[in-house]
């Protein structure tokens, strides 16, 4: 993918383990990459839709100069996250923080942290079927726009459905959800598992009946199988009402439910 070099941006700040560290301050060097589509940039000729280097260097040194972080793993994490979140057209970095003065008492050249960090395209299902059902559904995708690792791109059309596994309870309203996110799929869990209890959902009764219900679908084209979390869910290929709003809002639906489909 196209990308942005900057390299070895010189910044003096206050961050490390150590008092003279945080008291006096020392040289940091940054480098940053950062993957976007420059075809349209390139092809016009305007800065709209490129990414402004000269502003991303004045924010850099300024976030570096205004924090405190004792490890330089926290400073690169950081900036990759305020990177990501706050330059749209950006859709991964690199983040090379080096610390020259690094107190070891040895001759080195310096100390240094590369990290890689994306955008992830994931499906959830959502589904409810008790009370105002469209409301929860609703409100849990509010919930989650919320968090600034996560960007909600469609919401599908929600469907009516008998429910599944324990048929003896109200029909559930069911649909789809596309969301990028910089969270891990255990972060991304604890955040569903958060909108579910913001909606007061009681899990008593397994397939029971609950105000909120989201599940992981698919997580960029990982797969996973852990004793919490199993992505591609477990069972989605035998639920019409996870599988019909899914191809509403996906476009290469044909990959994942057609296995070898072109």
Not at 70 to 76: H, M, Q
Not at 137 to 156: I, P
Request: aromatic residues 10%; charged residues 30%.
């Amino acid at each position: 993918m196209d990308h942005i070099c900057i390299e070895d941006l010189e910044v003096y700040a206050y961050h490390g383990l150590y008092k003279e560290e945080v008291n006096l301050g020392q040289k940091f060097l940054i480098s940053v990459k950062m993957y976007f589509d420059a075809s349209k940039a390139g092809r016009c000729d305007n800065l709209t839709y490129s990414v402004d280097y000269a502003k991303v260097c004045s924010d850099i040194t300024k976030w570096m100069k205004d924090n405190r972080c004792r490890l330089i793993e926290t400073v690169a994490e950081r900036l990759a996250s305020k990177l990501l979140t706050e330059l749209p057209a950006v859709r991964e970095v690199e983040v090379t923080v080096k610390k020259p003065w690094a107190p070891i008492g040895l001759p080195l050249e310096c100390v240094s942290i590369v990290i890689t960090r994306k955008w992830h395209t994931v499906y959830l299902s959502i589904g409810s079927n008790m009370g105002d059902r469209k409301k929860y559904l609703q409100d849990g995708t509010e919930y989650l726009k919320k968090n600034e690792k996560v960007r909600v791109l469609k919401v599908s059309s929600f469907i009516e459905t008998k429910p599944y596994g324990k048929v003896d309870q109200d029909d559930f309203l069911n649909g789809a959800v596309k969301i990028e996110t910089l969270l891990d799929p255990y972060e991304l869990l604890d955040l569903v598992h958060e909108a579910e209890d913001a909606a007061k959902r009681v899990r008593t009764e397994h397939w029971g009946p609950r105000t909120l219900d989201i599940d992981i679908l698919l997580y960029d084209d990982l797969v996973m199988d852990s004793e919490d979390l199993t992505i591609p869910h477990y069972d989605m290929m035998n639920r019409d009402f996870v599988l019909d709003p899914l191809r509403e809002i996906m476009s290469d639906w044909r990959r994942i439910i057609y296995p070898g489909c072109p």
